[in-house]
């Protein structure tokens, strides 16, 4: 849940402000996208080094067993609940 977090924190930083550039004709990305992509990318990657990543803006190619990210998911929920706004 952090990362999901710290992620959009990411996107929020640069709302407004982030250069956009298009990955095809019809499909534009923005340098805010990239970054928080790179975040997640980078600490999943630190928790599980083994796992591939599919990831949409970088082309990354990475395999999740979602089932095992789910367990994961809820397990990290259980120890650290989000505090409410």
Avoid: C, F
């Amino acid at each position: 849940m952090q990362i999901a977090r710290d992620a959009g924190s990411v996107l929020m930083q640069r709302l407004g402000a982030a250069k956009v550039t298009n990955k095809s004709d019809i499909d534009l990305v923005t340098e805010a996208d990239i970054a928080s992509e790179q975040l997640i990318i980078e600490r999943i990657r630190s928790y599980y080094p083994q796992h591939a990543i599919l990831a949409e803006e970088s082309g990354e190619t990475v395999v999740i067993d979602w089932g095992l990210a789910k367990d994961l998911a809820a397990e990290t929920e259980r120890k650290n609940p989000a505090k409410p706004s």
